[in-house]
């Protein structure tokens, strides 16, 4: 299968592609169009690829690439996936070839906007396929600039405010995350504590037994560093303003994949490598897991703007990935790293929609509309989808990630569960009354003739809904990828038992 | 005596009196040619230094040495030298008849600061840094006709003065505790049995005199009035080399003289670096005008490099070299964007770079480059920089300051955004004509825009080379 190279593939497209771009005349909008579109069929088709070529039954990294980089220091350009990392490059490849038909029109400079968005892109799949920790933490920061340049450009709603917020707190995360990352370099290069060279290298770390007492606080450092990027509770404030100030395509990224980021790099970093400094903290995050999930779904109840909603409730969706985390067993842990894909796949869906109405009509507020079902047939029915899939309906895929949290939730900390298994009745309210709102009641004559979605609108929420539907009627093979690409993290986890800060 | 350990210091005095002699013969229409001869004759430096860069002495009574470390300092002043002379090529035009003597200044202040990174004795090292100095006051108050750079000259003058006083009245102590003025004798006396005290109270005034050529607070006042008021070549010239000179000396004196005086010193550069960053970057933020703002992040940059001076090794001091390389091209980058727009926009306020994008995207895009690299975001070189340093410090169980350095590092990303939004997210104000740059700028502006992502993506060839050459 190596001979294949389809990581670098995956990866080098966008990159190819926003640099092919720079030399395009700006005016020459259909081929700007096919560059994006083609760097996202080929990172879709590599990644589709790879997900049919992965074996469930062989253990750790599959499809390995090395290229040396920085051999003094340890340090590699190494790519490879499991069966954690490679379902959220294919989340990334998915939502990136939705994001690109969702700005198929777009007429303000098409080209930086593209330019940016791959570069974006870019960044998102390096830090999934990256298995050298500095390497990882690189894609991240890669992934700045273009985002800030994005909403303060193309976004909407105090767009300037939203973009420097976003930017000033996740970098003020990843600084804290960075701080984290040189402690680790410094005890793994300890030769008393460490193995007496540094290495950043994620096979190589496992070697190393981290002292308790470090692992509590370095742990502490990437779940605060991190955390800010999924977002936990109470370090979430950038997340609603940046989400809903962001471009339609932008905000799909964003809550797709962008905050996947953060999850990803505790599950894989921080539960991998400091699984006692994980059960330590444990108890604090499955407590503000639950304010995540609980509180966030009820200040999305009182938002008067639909992105706001949607934006809000993307957090307290993230809550049950943490909530996951928190009780660290192997039904949780897979509950949460499958919710991640869901979410995605789910919040980009949602996004696009809202983006729809938004496009057609200016306006996002939910009491300006009303009886909109009766001008855009289609969005209605696709809403209702996402909808029903936001509150976890049987059937549509996101039910399956979020039973499976509860119950490995069940086990470790059942009254902080059913409080926030409660959150799915507040997600209905919000939801099915945002929908009602919004859709039905007495239709407003000022939308008349609004259009209803047509032509490359549909590409997206097709290909979103679709993935939605099948994976919520056979969701197995993908569970059972992802059980087994947490097995080794849970298999360290079992060994360190419970206890913590509480 | 081996002679060939000064080739270089005898190269660029042979430079600076060939420049003296064209321009002299030169007729006054023609004062180009000392710009062209001026960048021909720093470019064959840079080829000799790399060619022919001498034995490693030590020379005269071990009063000088050429070694790995000194020649790579050495080399980062030519390339400094080289590119400010390229981006002053147009830019000196403005001088007509004193063209030429802006490229002679150049040059002999270049024979200066390899002097400092040369020197082993406390005396050489005095008149190398005068020598670099009194030059480059000059060239600050070039543009005799306008008031600010006059007054930066005047400033510049009286402040350098002022820290050579200080540096002086340190090496008195140092004389009398040690009876030399070589590292090495003063070094014996701290390992030995000697007055330690009296040398420890003029090491200390040292630092301080060379705190002041490398703008760490609270000896960086001088910078941002003379970074704004000096022609903006001169200004790239002063942030890029000068600032190197002055932590090539560090480098050298740190380990060996000061470090062994004793932790209190050490403790001195901590708090130097430190309030460097947080200061450096603090008042970079409410500033409105681009020299004034380069000039504090230049404040805080010197914060982080004397972090790899602080942790006194080797690897320390390669990582303040592989900064210093970045730096240097970055600000290149961010300086010679700065004089292209101020030459089409008469202006350095920010507001004034608003739709720079716009107008040109290539300028725009090696601008944002530069301060990409300077705030520290990959793949810009700044970002690989940072680690070299920091790592350097982690490894001395230090996490306070890799801490602090990476807070301030996000307070920076504050002002270079702001920055880049004026560039990218802004409309232009008035004028929305795109423009043209001369050929030999665009040459500058890529070369440091290709350089700066190059030492950023492949940061292994380059960092090897220096640590081969440190040793």
């Given at each position: 299968m190596n001979g294949l190279h389809l990581l670098p593939g995956i990866i080098i497209a966008p990159f190819a592609a926003a640099l092919i771009m720079l030399f395009v005349?700006?005016?020459a909008r259909n081929l700007i169009r096919g560059l994006a579109l083609a760097a996202a069929t080929v990172s879709l088709t590599l990644a589709t690829f790879a997900m049919f070529l992965?074996?469930?039954?062989?253990k750790g990294l599959q499809f390995v690439e090395s290229v040396g980089w920085l051999k003094s220091y340890g340090i590699s350009l190494d790519l490879g996936v499991d069966g954690l990392s490679l379902p959220l490059v294919l989340l990334t490849s998915i939502i990136f070839f939705a994001g690109v038909f969702v700005s198929w029109k777009l007429e303000n400079r098409p080209k930086e906007f593209f330019v940016y968005t791959l570069l974006l892109v870019g960044g998102v799949f390096g830090v999934f396929m990256s298995t050298d920790l500095l390497v990882l933490f690189m894609f991240i920061e890669v992934a700045v600039i273009p985002k800030y340049v994005l909403i303060s450009v193309w976004g909407s709603t105090r767009k300037e405010y939203a973009a420097m917020k976003y930017t000033l707190y996740l970098l003020a995360g990843s600084a804290l995350a960075f701080v984290g990352l040189f402690a680790i370099y410094a005890y793994v290069q300890n030769p008393q504590l460490g193995l007496g060279y540094g290495t950043f290298s994620l096979a190589e770390l496992q070697k190393v037994n981290f002292d308790p007492e470090f692992q509590k606080w370095a742990f502490l450092a990437l779940l605060v560093g991190f955390g800010v990027l999924v977002p936990i509770f109470p370090l979430h404030r950038w997340t609603p303003d940046g989400h809903s100030a962001a471009p339609t395509t932008i905000s799909m990224l964003l809550a797709g994949v962008i905050m996947k980021l953060g999850g990803y790099a505790i599950i894989r970093v921080g539960l991998g490598y400091f699984p006692e400094g994980a059960a330590y903290w444990a108890p604090l995050i499955a407590v503000l897991a639950t304010i995540n999930v609980i509180y966030i779904a009820f200040v999305a109840l009182v938002q008067k703007d639909m992105k706001f909603v949607v934006a809000n409730s993307s957090i307290s969706h993230m809550g049950f990935v943490l909530l996951g985390i928190a009780s660290m067993n192997a039904v949780s842990v897979s509950g949460a790293a499958a919710q991640m894909f869901a979410h995605g796949i789910m919040a980009a869906l949602f996004f696009a929609l809202v983006g729809q109405v938004y496009d057609k009509a200016h306006t996002r507020m939910i009491a300006d509309f009303g009886g909109l079902a009766k001008y855009m047939p289609r969005t209605s029915a696709a809403f209702l989808v996402v909808g029903l899939a936001s509150l976890g309906l049987?059937?549509?895929?996101?039910?399956v990630p979020e039973f499976t949290v509860f119950l490995g939730g069940m086990q470790r900390f059942p009254i902080l569960t059913v409080i926030s298994i409660f959150s799915v009745v507040v997600t209905a309210i919000y939801v099915l009354w945002v929908y009602q709102r919004v859709f039905f009641g007495p239709a407003n004559p000022r939308w008349e003739g609004l259009s209803d979605m047509k032509g490359v609108e549909i590409v997206p929420v097709v290909l979103l809904g679709g993935i939605l539907l099948v994976l919520g009627i056979m969701p197995g093979g993908f569970m059972n990828m992802v059980s087994g690409g947490i097995a080794p993290i849970v298999q360290r986890l079992a060994a360190v038992g419970t206890g913590g800060i509480f | 005596m081996d002679f060939s350990t000064l080739n270089l210091e005898i190269g660029a005095a042979v430079l600076g009196i060939l420049l003296l002699a064209a321009s002299l013969l030169l007729p006054a229409k023609k004062k180009g040619g000392t710009a062209v001869l001026a960048a021909i004759g720093f470019g064959a430096l840079l080829v000799m230094s790399f060619a022919a860069p001498g034995g490693p002495g030590p020379f005269f009574k071990g009063q000088y040495v050429n070694d790995g470390t000194a020649l790579l300092f050495k080399q980062i002043f030519i390339l400094g030298a080289f590119l400010v002379t390229l981006m002053a090529f147009r830019f000196s035009k403005r001088f007509e008849d004193m063209r030429g003597e802006f490229f002679i200044l150049m040059a002999f202040s270049l024979v200066g600061m390899m002097g400092m990174a040369g020197a082993t004795d406390f005396l050489t090292l005095y008149i190398a840094l005068e020598l670099m100095s009194l030059p480059l006051v000059v060239l600050t108050a070039f543009e005799k006709k306008a008031e600010r750079s006059t007054e930066a000259g005047v400033k510049y003058v009286l402040l350098s003065a002022m820290s050579s006083a200080i540096l002086l009245f340190g090496l008195s102590f140092l004389y009398g505790a040690a009876?030399?003025?070589s590292y090495q004798d003063v070094a014996a006396v701290l390992t030995g049995s000697g007055i330690k005290g009296f040398a420890v109270f003029g090491g200390i005034f040292v630092l301080a005199g060379l705190s002041f050529k490398i703008a760490a607070v609270p000896f960086h006042m001088w910078s941002p009035d003379i970074y704004e008021g000096a022609p903006a070549p001169v200004t790239a010239f002063l942030a890029v080399a000068s600032k190197a000179a002055g932590f090539a000396a560090l480098a050298r004196i740190f380990?060996?003289?000061?470090?062994?005086?004793?932790p209190g010193v050490s403790v001195l550069v901590v708090l130097l670096a430190s309030m460097s960053m947080v200061v450096g970057n603090l008042s970079a933020i409410p500033q409105t005008n681009i020299k004034r703002l380069l000039a504090y992040s230049s404040i805080a940059h010197a914060g982080y490099m004397l972090l790899g001076v602080f942790v006194a090794t080797k690897a320390g001091t390669a990582a303040v070299v592989y900064y210093l390389l970045l730096y240097l091209v970055a600000n290149v980058g961010a300086f010679t964007a700065v004089t292209a727009w101020s030459d089409i926009s008469g202006s350095d306020e920010i507001?004034?770079?608003?739709?720079m994008w716009k107008r040109s995207p290539f300028l725009g895009a090696v601008f944002i480059v530069s301060l990409l690299s300077l705030a520290g975001i990959p793949p810009a070189a700044g970002f690989i920089g940072k680690f070299f340093l920091l790592v350097e410090v982690a490894k001395q169980g230090s996490l306070w300051l890799v801490a602090l350095a990476m807070a301030m590092s996000v307070v920076s990303l504050y002002y270079y955004v702001s920055v880049i939004k004026a560039l990218v997210a802004d409309a232009p104000e008035g004028d929305d004509s795109s423009v043209t740059i001369s050929p030999l700028l665009k040459v500058v502006l890529l070369a440091s825009a290709v350089a700066t992502v190059l030492l950023g993506v492949l940061p292994g060839p380059v960092m090897d080379f220096i640590k081969a050459a440190i040793g």
């Open positions: 005349p700006a005016t992965y074996d469930n039954g062989t049987p059937g549509l895929f996101n039910f | 009876g030399s003025f380990p060996l003289v000061l470090a062994p005086m004793g507001s004034s770079f608003k739709g």
